[in-house]
């Protein structure tokens, strides 16, 4: 079973969890700034030596840190569980999961996976009756989508108090449960037992699931969840954090199954001054070795300004990433399979917008343009209160503004970007459909609904639109405007599709 984080993410979570820079580490371990970089990039593996140096500069547990970066240590793969689903999901290209434990029709989350319209359908698919949530702490890779769960059934919350912060969004508190120690949640006919583990945070919980029934030993079988530290750090876990958490859980059955939250990666740092870098026990205010204060010594550090601009832009960039590639997740050869002939069909007949004149009218007298026409009418009715500049120019807004709709929808309602991306090719055909109807504003030449020409008529929209504003003579530069705009679209959404159809074919 591969580690959540590989050796780049441990030793660049470990700098930055310390507040060191690259150039620190380098300071200290005697390797060069860009060889740092690499590592923690995965551009290069790692040798024995430079293992040994990173491990000693950022106080990282030798011998794990080897395993994990030379012997290529992964944890031994489960059995997979008949009463428990696994669910998986991303956030910003780090897979997480979450589970549905089931019995009896009835199931019971244990955290959302940070992919709530998957949770759902499992739910869906199986024919179970949720009964709960129950989120080991609040932060957003284990508790993110919670509010729309609770929109497909409104439920019980089983968090810890202290995490409740934690969450970007917060259930009404009526529907908080504190799962406190020797709670019981039943499902079906299966009692899921909680526990106070703190540690990841200080009051993540953990279950243990026991039922009536007995394998051939004799013994009960048990479902566990928890949120573990790894050992790589030199201190011991009692320095780190609360033992109490470890100790219950070594009270539980020796049967139990253990399924990770908190992957087997996860990294405290330990505590070390900000000035000269020594390590400390556990309590002090002073540093042992260079004698600052500490409490003054970061009340007189100024704040470093100057990377909140690229902090910003990295965290949109993530967002955009998550949201428009990483949240898409599916599996399924079949639907893969689907995908693909979609993308083809829509890449042939792209290649003929693309590469049609303007002038020609192709996009006008295509099949899509008669799927456009409903929503151009309807669009002229929409906007009427808005008045009569506005209901004229309705129509094409409104053949606009439908493929945007099911862009909307499929990127925040389903989390399905694929869709999305054949809904902006959508969006680029009506805007090269649009195109003619703007350049024949002064000939008046096209064919109009009702079979007459716009001579025949008093003009058409874009004919009214554009003398309104006094920016007739202006029809032909607006129009291929208008055209090569939806060209641009159009080859956005041929990229979007094909890397989402890049990364599907890889989780194949």
């Known amino acids: 079973m591969p580690l959540e984080d590989d050796f780049s993410d441990i030793i660049k979570k470990a700098r930055t969890g310390q507040g060191l820079s690259v150039g620190d580490v380098a300071l200290t371990s005697g390797l060069p700034s860009g060889t740092i970089t690499s590592l923690e990039r995965g551009a290069c593996p790692p040798d024995r030596s430079e293992v040994r140096a990173l491990a000693k500069a950022l106080g990282l547990r030798l011998g794990p840190l080897e395993q994990i970066a030379i012997e290529k240590w992964e944890p031994v793969a489960q059995q997979p569980l008949a009463w428990i ?47 709960g949530i129950c989120l080991t702490h609040g932060h957003a890779d284990h508790a993110d989508g919670i509010e729309q769960i609770l929109k497909f059934r409104e439920v019980p919350v089983y968090l810890g108090t202290e995490d409740v912060d934690l969450l970007s969004w917060q259930p009404p508190a009526a ?68 033992a109490t958490g470890s100790i219950q859980i070594l009270s539980c059955p020796i049967t139990c199954s253990v399924i990770p939250c908190v992957m087997a990666s996860t990294i405290i740092p330990a505590v070390l001054c900000p000035k000269c870098r020594a390590d400390q026990p556990d309590g002090e205010t002073e540093c042992v070795k260079c004698g600052i204060i500490f ?34 997740t599916s599996t399924d050869s079949l639907r893969f399979a689907g995908r693909v002939v979609v993308f083809l069909v829509l890449l042939w007949w792209g290649r003929a917008f693309i590469f049609t004149p303007l002038e020609t009218n192709y996009t006008g007298e295509s099949f899509l343009h008669l799927i456009n026409l409903p929503f151009h009418e309807a669009g002229h009715i929409l906007f009427i209160p808005l008045g009569e500049f506005m209901t004229i120019l309705g129509g094409s807004l409104g053949q606009l503004l439908m493929p945007l709709v099911c862009l909307g929808t499929f990127l925040i309602k389903t989390r399905d970007p694929f869709g999305a991306s054949v809904a902006l090719w959508w969006t680029a055909e009506s805007f090269m459909d649009i195109a003619p109807y703007i350049n024949d504003a002064r000939a008046l030449d096209l064919t109009l609904l009702g079979g007459v020409t716009g001579k025949e008529t008093d003009g058409h929209d874009w004919n009214n639109i554009l003398t309104m504003l006094g920016w007739l003579e202006h029809d032909h530069r607006l129009a291929h405007l208008a055209y090569n705009f939806g060209i641009l679209l159009m080859l956005v959404s041929f990229a979007w599709g094909g890397l989402l159809l890049l990364k599907h074919y890889r989780r194949l």
Request: aromatic share 6%.
């Open 85 to 131: 689903e696994t669910v998986r999901g991303s956030i910003g290209g780090y897979g997480v999961q979450g589970y549905v434990v089931h019995d009896g029709g009835e199931a019971l989350l244990i955290d959302t996976a940070y992919n709530a319209p998957a949770m759902i359908e499992c739910l869906s698919t199986h024919h179970l009756k949720l009964v």
């Open 175 to 242: 529907q908080l449960k504190a799962p406190e120690q020797g709670r019981t949640i039943s499902v079906g006919r299966l009692g899921v037992h909680c526990l106070p583990t703190p540690g990841h945070t200080p009051p993540a919980s953990f279950s243990h699931r026991s039922d009536p029934q007995r394998t051939s030993a004799g013994t009960p079988r048990d479902f566990t969840r928890c949120g573990l530290a790894d050992s790589l750090f030199e201190r011991p876990a009692t320095q780190l954090h609360s």
């Open 295 to 328: 409490a003054k010594y970061r009340t007189l550090t100024p704040p470093v300004r100057r990377q909140a601009a690229p902090q910003n832009y990295a965290r949109w960039v993530s967002l955009a990433k998550e949201w428009l590639v990483d949240s898409d």
